[in-house]
């Protein structure tokens, strides 16, 4: 997906870019645990997320992104991502506000941070992304029918759609997780930290992130893995242990579950 910087624009991975009228259509990738440092956008964005997924961090809040999501980030918002353990690929639309400048209810909806995820918009948005793909002289009129269609959409159902606000102590408990993913770290050892009660932060945190703190570890795990993988010759057994995995075989049967091939299998790819 095309970012633009505050200190210029930046391309990561792109496959096509379209412009119509009102929009620039981005299809692009990123790779597997890669990550975006903080920036802004000089238009509001749409994106969705074809495969993969990342978290957005913004102004002391917090939000996960899978396959299938919608999420409406306005001009200026500054914001970073992290990716998760699949290369990520996605739909991004930068939308310029000035088309709808009589059209209250779209204005709107580009001026505050939004997600959903699936839906009618979900599927006006796949369609959209398709539609980059096809290489023919309808492909623009196409593409620019389905963006109108998607902001209309979005504004419809737009007051469901709004970011709820995260407590402060969902997102320390995030950054704890992070220091602590490769030692044996428990939810109520982190529960115990942020002064809530273990069922609490169980709670809070998977309506916030969309995971278990178990699931979480276990993607940053695998991220760290996937990327020693990819850029190191360390042996398997000891990325396994570095990581945070029991064993060799611990490390390779998650590894194969979740991924689909086996580390060796990873790594040989990537090279």
Avoid at 195 to 216: N, P, Q
Wanted: a positive charge.
């Amino acid at each position: 997906m095309q970012l633009n910087h505050q200190s210029g624009q930046t391309m990561d991975h792109a496959v096509r870019t379209l412009s119509v009228p009102g929009f620039v259509l981005t299809l692009g990738q990123h790779p597997a645990g890669s990550a975006l440092p903080n920036h802004t956008h000089d238009d509001p964005t749409i994106c969705f997320v074809l495969r993969g997924g990342f978290t957005e961090y913004w102004q002391g809040a917090a939000a996960d992104c899978g396959a299938a999501t919608l999420k409406v980030t306005p001009a200026g918002d500054p914001h970073s991502n992290r990716f998760g353990v699949l290369d990520t690929r996605g739909l991004r639309i930068d939308v310029d506000r000035n088309r709808f400048s009589e059209a209250p209810a779209i204005f709107r909806l580009l001026d505050e941070r939004r997600q959903t995820t699936g839906g009618r918009a979900g599927e006006i948005a796949r369609r959209l992304a398709g539609e980059l793909s096809i290489r023919d002289d309808s492909g623009p009129i196409a593409a620019e029918g389905l963006a109108l269609e998607l902001v209309v959409e979005l504004a419809r159902t737009s007051d469901g759609l709004r970011v709820p606000d995260t407590p402060r102590w969902v997102l320390t408990a995030e950054d704890l997780i992070r220091e602590r993913y490769r030692s044996s770290t428990s939810v109520g050892e982190i529960a115990g930290v942020v002064g809530v009660h273990s069922a609490t932060l169980a709670r809070a945190y998977r309506r916030r992130f969309g995971c278990t703190v178990g699931e979480r570890i276990r993607q940053l795990r695998l991220e760290h893995a996937a990327a020693a993988l990819a850029t190191t010759t360390t042996s398997l057994t000891e990325i396994a242990l570095q990581a945070g995995f029991y064993d060799q075989s611990h490390f390779t049967n998650v590894f194969r579950r979740v991924l689909g091939v086996t580390p060796a299998a990873y790594r040989a790819a990537r090279r």
